[in-house]
């Protein structure tokens, strides 16, 4: 075939890609036929949007029984032909080199190794750089003579760079919907964030998915869409998980919203599904409401949340999707900043556009590789149609596969149904009206979709049958997925007649939740050396077990018999007298604390300064569940403003000697500032203290001449000091200067000493020097404590 002259290594001629074979490939168009879906194109993850320079895996498969003998594999830019280098877009590397090879004529392309029976190959390619637009990923197959190369479809997948998603949605207009009547759908989330699949910082405590809110909708309401920003109700429901405000936007919505869709919360995110069943929802569409948006926060994060959005269940056929699986992953609603699981609260200013998590984020996130690459799901949600309502455009019907498909139910039915009329296939079983192992009633339904002969009347569309609740049927049993039967155990007994056993457990229990009835175990009879020899021993009846050496899980127990009749020939007896096997107490539960948030904070403990304070939570989960580990009230420390702190002073000082011989005069007393007052305390009261003294009265008599002579004296000395005081420049016999300001402290606290000075300004005659000289004063100062 034309598409690999090269692909197997020939060593012929080498055209290059200028004698235009790249574009020749491009161009080859093999035989198709009716089937070509059962080979894939995969990338993994299946990203819409690429992140530039990111590698990711690609994978060309065929489902079984199909294979494919070669293959080719492209990435062009949109709109590109192939015909220069700058067409293709990122890079093929290779992965096993006994599978694939890059073309010899093509270098661009990937192609086999040597041609053979294959199911599956792998290759890596690498995103292109920024601003290199949306690119288109193309295979062809080669089956026997036959070439499969898609233009659309499986064999094609499209991608465009991430930040471009804006361009992507408005390239995908949502068309008119003409189908008729209604049709109901069941919405299953699984969840499938745990610490086992995405390990990085994952929060083992308190992690949940909030409630799921949403709606069956119109084109003219937007619950919620990447490029777009938050509604309050959206940022409640991702920084909060409260679908409150959520729920009221969407009502005050009328005849635009046709379903409010509910869900409630699962604590923790993962369980398995035979302990907890997946959440489900029902809800409805028709001709205008015919979109359906929901979203659900994955807790604790800063705004993070999977959901659908706009998702349009009406075929261009004018029929009803049957079916819708998606995997997800996380979005930020950019209402805060956190990069972290538990990042604490940081508000969003201003608020940003709704858009995807990537892989490369910020290094701290739980989601980053720096190796890029998608992000690995961490839901899937089940979008699955369960009935229809009303007539069904009464035309055609969906397509012509329901018409074939419905005949050969009738067909294999043996229905006496008229060949006039033409139905859908039958809705799934309901539930059974009963949930017990009483016996109930299970309905289903389908849609008459055209009446060729109005003469003709059409049979019942509803069909009954009784049932019982979930796990009490043979049939509900076979939805679980058994393991074989390991080998029996060894016979009871050594001689005679004795009892064997063998085991198997459940690989996978049934999607409803329901728990498996189909035996786990079987015992049979078994005989060792039937004719028991004189050389044999007789022992008793094997005791009751001891009990499981383990409280959860798996364990081991023992049991034990004793010789009643040792052999009759002196030997030992050789039967087994002791046993041990393995044991299955109930599942361990690693998750056994279901907790509820934890409360705000109480008030600081004191009103200023520092303190502590506290917040609690409550256990959810049943006590029987397991011991409880987590802490349920968690301390820290507060800090208030400074407390004030008042001025604190020393103990008084004893009072000085008067100042006066005689007469009338003073005392003073002092203490010291220890601490200044701070943060608004009591200022400081006063520090010294004077208080009135009178030794004697001084003597007024006349006396002795020498008497009044030497008061005289005492009288002009005391007059002169004052006057020195008041007006120094009257000091007698010399004129002085006034005295000079006060020095600088020479301490600034523990008590320094400060001085003044007076000097002599002019010195009259005939006095004598020593009466007539300079003078200095010294003080205290800042006797306050350092």
């Not at 972290?340 to 609260?345: A, G, I, Q, W």
């Not at 009846?541 to 040792?566: F, H, I, N, Q, Y």
């Not at 300064?609 to 580990?629: D, F, H, I, N």
Request: hydrophobic share 30%; proline share 7%.
């Amino acid at each position: 075939a034309l598409l690999h002259a090269g692909g197997s290594g020939s060593h012929g001629h080498k055209a290059s890609k200028s004698d235009g074979y790249c574009s020749r490939i491009l161009r080859a168009q093999g035989t198709r036929r009716e089937g070509y879906n059962e080979f894939r194109l995969r990338v993994e993850g299946e990203p819409e949007n690429y992140q530039p320079g990111s590698t990711y895996r690609v994978t060309l498969s065929a489902s079984s029984p199909s294979y494919f003998r070669g293959f080719t594999l492209i990435a062009l830019r949109e709109g590109k032909d192939g015909e220069r280098d700058e067409d293709y877009a990122g890079n093929f590397q290779i992965i096993d080199e006994e599978d694939t090879q890059f073309m010899t004529n093509c270098p661009p392309a990937v192609t086999e190794s040597t041609p053979r029976r294959r199911t599956r190959i792998q290759v890596f390619w690498t995103a292109p750089p920024t601003g290199s637009g949306c690119v288109i990923l193309k295979a062809s197959i080669v089956q026997k003579r036959i070439i499969y190369f898609q233009d659309e479809g499986s064999l094609t997948k499209r991608m465009c760079e991430k930040g471009r998603i804006l361009i992507i949605a408005t390239e995908k207009p949502i068309l008119e919907c003409c189908a008729c009547g209604t049709a109901k759908y069941r919405l299953t989330f699984y969840g499938n964030w745990s610490e086992k699949v995405h390990p990085k910082d994952y929060p083992r405590r308190a992690n949940h998915w909030s409630a799921i809110i949403g709606a069956s909708h119109s084109k003219n309401y937007v619950l919620w869409e990447y490029g777009g920003y938050s509604s309050e109700g959206v940022k409640q429901v991702a920084e909060l998980g409260s679908p409150v405000k959520m729920e009221e936007e969407i009502r005050q919505k009328g005849d635009e919203v046709l379903t409010v869709i509910k869900a409630k919360a699962q604590w923790p995110a993962w369980q398995p599904l035979n302990v907890r069943a997946a959440p489900s929802a029902e809800f409805s569409v028709d001709r205008t409401r015919h979109l359906m948006s929901f979203l659900t926060m994955l807790g604790p994060s800063p705004d993070w949340n999977v959901g659908l959005s706009a998702e349009d269940l009406c075929t261009k056929e004018c029929g009803w999707v049957q079916k819708v699986v998606q995997d997800m992953i996380p979005w930020d609603a950019g209402t805060d900043s956190g990069v972290t699981y538990e990042s604490p609260n940081k508000p969003t200013m201003p608020q940003e556009k709704i858009r995807p998590l990537t892989s490369l984020d910020h290094p701290q996130s739980p989601f980053y590789d720096p190796e890029g690459g998608p992000i690995t799901p961490v839901a899937r949600v089940m979008v699955e149609r369960i009935a229809r309502k009303g007539e069904q455009c009464n035309i055609v019907p969906d397509n012509v596969d329901d018409i074939v498909a419905d005949i050969a139910q009738e067909e294999k039915e043996e229905d006496d149904t008229p060949e006039t009329c033409i139905y859908s296939n039958w809705s799934p079983w309901s539930a059974c009206s009963s949930s017990t192992c009483e016996k109930g009633k299970r309905m289903r339904q389908r849609m008459l979709k055209a009446q060729l002969d109005l003469s003709v009347p059409c049979p019942h569309t509803q069909d009954f049958e009784p049932c019982m609740g979930p796990g009490c049927s043979d049939e509900d049993a076979s939805t679980c997925m058994m393991s074989e039967w390991i080998t029996w155990s060894p016979c009871s007994v050594s001689c005679g007649m004795g009892m064997r056993s063998r085991e198997r457990y459940v690989k996978q229990f049934p999607e409803d939740g329901s728990i498996c009835t189909l035996p786990t175990e079987e015992t049979e009879k078994c005989v060792v050396n039937d004719d028991c020899s004189p050389s044999s021993c007789l022992v008793t009846e094997w005791g009751e077990w001891d009990a499981c050496s383990a409280t959860c899980g798996l364990g081991m127990k023992r049991r034990e018999r004793m010789v009643k009749m040792p052999p009759s020939d002196g030997s030992v007896c050789g039967a087994e007298l002791a046993e041990v096997e393995k044991c299955m107490m109930p599942e361990c539960h690693t998750i056994p604390c279901m907790l509820s948030p934890w409360s705000d904070w109480s008030d600081c403990s004191v009103t200023c300064g520092k303190g502590m304070r506290t917040r609690q939570r409550m256990l959810k989960s049943p006590v029987e569940l397991g011991e409880c580990t987590e802490e349920l009230e968690q301390v820290e420390k507060c800090m208030l403003p400074e407390c004030p702190m008042d001025c604190m002073v020393s103990e008084w000082s004893e009072w000085s000697e008067c100042n006066k011989s005689c007469g009338k005069g003073h005392m003073i007393r002092t203490r010291m500032v220890k601490l200044e007052p701070q943060f608004g305390g009591d200022p400081c009261p006063e520090t010294v203290q004077r208080k009135k003294c009178k030794i004697r009265k001084c003597n007024r008599g006349l006396g002795t001449s020498d008497e009044r002579k030497r008061r005289k004296e005492a009288r002009e000395k005391r007059r002169s000091k004052q006057n020195r005081d008041e007006a120094p420049d009257e000091h007698p016999g010399c004129k002085m200067r006034p005295w000079s300001a006060w020095t600088d402290c020479t301490k600034l606290c523990g008590g320094g000493i400060q001085e003044r000075f007076m000097t002599v300004k002019k010195r009259f005659k005939n006095v004598q020097f020593s009466s007539c000289k300079d003078r200095k004063e010294i003080r205290a100062c800042n006797v306050h404590p350092c």
